[in-house]
């Protein structure tokens, strides 16, 4: 783990987070537990600047947990650090609130109850694929799974879309038609919410494929593939991007950027 958990079972306290006299998010850290995480107030951003704000403070964030600091130390610091013209700040004047739980607090802010989380697996199968398959798909023998849908990896460039759920960007879906391949690749820090995702968006991709549509089409039809709840959708007017090999958008996965 490269950052603090994102859920926590006991009380916890807040700050709000402004820019410009405006509210854009809070950051909130659990009292008991070593817990801390930066959420953007739903519809204030433009979807790629709310991106922008929600990577910078996840990154300050990791930063904290690379020095050892305690949740609520590092959430202490966090509130203390200057405004910044694009991540914005905490008003020094403004005093931190405190809810009984994430979940209450959760409600409070979205109008929704907290998904249920979903613990990814760990280890490996005997012959060496993870049961996380973001780690990779392994030796997938005696399986054949390009006659049923798109390859899973490529070494040619890949075009990819970002997925959001909860107003958080958890993955990516992913083509290449010059390796006749597709998929979803989750972001890390989301794995809770892109395990489940990537499950869903295969058999979506199957279906796809059961279609006769190829890798970009199926990629792009996914903007108008309705919402669900443990699937997440492409986010509105997201700008399409490439880079030069699917190994690569693992990268910008690993890190949460993209």
Same mark, same amino acid.
């Given at each position: 783990m490269s950052t *603090?958990?994102?859920?926590?079972? @006991?009380?916890?306290?807040?700050?709000?987070?402004?820019?410009? @006299? !405006?509210?854009?998010?809070?950051?909130?850290?659990?009292i008991n537990e070593n817990a801390l995480n930066y959420w953007n107030l739903v519809d204030v951003l433009e979807i790629d600047e709310s991106v922008d704000v929600s990577e910078g403070w996840n990154d300050r964030i990791e930063e904290c947990y690379a020095r050892g600091m305690p949740a609520l130390e590092a959430f202490d610091h966090l509130s203390r650090l200057p405004a910044d013209s694009m991540l914005g700040?905490?008003?020094?004047?403004?005093? #931190?609130?405190?809810? %009984?739980?994430? &979940?209450?607090?959760? =409600?409070?802010?979205? @109008? #929704?109850?907290?998904?249920?989380?979903?613990?990814?697996p760990v280890?490996?199968? &005997?012959?060496?694929t993870p049961l996380d398959r973001a780690y990779g798909w392994g030796d997938l023998s005696?399986? $054949?799974? /390009? $006659?049923?849908t *798109?390859? %899973?990896?490529? /070494?040619?460039?890949?075009? *990819? =879309?970002p997925v959001e759920m909860n107003e958080n960007v958890?993955? *990516?879906?992913?083509?290449?038609? %010059?390796?006749?391949?597709?998929g979803f690749v989750w972001v890390s820090r989301w794995s809770e919410f892109g395990f489940p995702a990537a499950g869903l968006w295969d058999?979506?991709?199957?279906?796809?494929? /059961?279609?006769?549509?190829?890798p970009l089409d %199926?990629?792009?039809?996914? !903007?108008?593939?309705?919402?669900?709840?443990? #699937?997440? #959708?492409?986010?509105?007017g997201s700008e399409e991007k490439t880079v030069g090999a699917f190994h690569e958008l693992r990268k910008l996965a690993a890190r949460g950027n993209g």
């Open positions: *603090y958990p994102t859920r926590c079972h @006991g009380p916890i306290v807040f700050n709000t987070v402004t820019r410009n @006299g !405006r509210a854009i998010g809070y950051i909130w850290s659990a700040g905490v008003e020094p004047t403004s005093e #931190r609130g405190e809810r %009984a739980s994430l &979940e209450e607090f959760h =409600l409070e802010v979205t @109008g #929704r109850r907290l998904p249920e989380q979903r613990r990814v280890g490996y199968f &005997e012959d060496g005696p399986f $054949t799974l /390009s $006659t049923k *798109y390859n %899973a990896a490529g /070494s040619h460039p890949v075009h *990819y =879309l958890i993955g *990516y879906l992913w083509a290449s038609d %010059a390796d006749w391949a597709a058999e979506w991709l199957v279906d796809c494929y /059961s279609a006769g549509m190829g %199926a990629m792009r039809a996914a !903007r108008n593939a309705p919402f669900e709840a443990k #699937r997440g #959708r492409v986010v509105p």
